[in-house]
Each structure stands twice: as C-alpha cells, then as structure tokens.
C-alpha cells in the first residue's frame, strides 16, 4: 500500500506544473485526499482538500483560480495542475488520503492524521 507523488521541478514565475499521485493497494476513488506543501522554514500547510463524502473540492485562497485538483480513477491517481506559478509557491508538495475522514480544514495548524501520505515533491519557481 503507498502513495507515489511525481512531478515536481524547476520552473521559472508564471509557468505551469503538474503534480500527480498514484495509489496502489487502495482506492483514491473512495479516499478524502489534500494536498499540503511546505515552503522552508514554514510550517506546512493543507492548501487543497476534496472531499469524498461531500464530493466537494475546497482551496485555500492563496491557490485559488491558479491551481486545480482533478482525479482519473481509472488510474487510480489525482492530479495537482498548477498554472501562473509565483516564486512563494517554492515548496515540498505532498498529497494525503484516507478513507475513513472528511476535510480537516485549510491553511497551517490542520489535522495531517491521514492513513496515506506520498514522499513529496519539490516545486522551485524562480522569479
């Protein structure tokens, strides 16, 4: 059972990236997941969160109208599209899942006790 982020690079201010994470020994289909980064020197921070109860995704402000979640079940992976990239986006970026829980919120000081966590990837948006 693991979660597989790739994705992550270098890329320079306005440009775009796209995250994914594969499931295998689970289903994301059936799984609340949020996706948190980390910034150096910052606590981390859940920045988007789909609901599987509510079939509701939630994205704190600073992403919004930039970054977009999306899942392809088939594939049993989602995705982290991220357009018109700032250099405060420099981050490790991480997606967690787990079945059994809804949304715990967005922003830093968030519940992260989630049954599935990726390996994290790095973000670097120069200016």
């Known amino acids: 059972v693991q979660l597989q982020a790739s994705g992550g690079g270098l890329v320079q201010a306005g440009g775009s990236l796209r995250l994914s994470c594969a499931a295998s020994g689970f289903s994301l289909a059936s799984s609340t997941i949020t996706w948190f980064r980390q910034a150096p020197g910052k606590e981390r921070e859940a920045i988007i969160c789909y609901s599987v109860r509510s079939e509701s995704t939630y994205y704190t402000d600073s992403v919004k109208g930039r970054f977009t979640f999306f899942r392809d079940s088939a594939k049993n992976t989602v995705y982290l599209q991220m357009n018109s990239l700032k250099p405060e986006d420099t981050a490790v970026y991480f997606c967690?899942?787990?079945?059994?829980?809804?949304?715990?919120?967005?922003?830093?000081?968030?519940?992260?006790?989630?049954?599935?966590w990726g390996q994290g990837a790095q973000v670097t948006v120069s200016s």
């Open positions: 967690a899942a787990d079945p059994k829980r809804s949304c715990g919120g967005l922003g830093v000081k968030v519940s992260m006790l989630y049954d599935y």
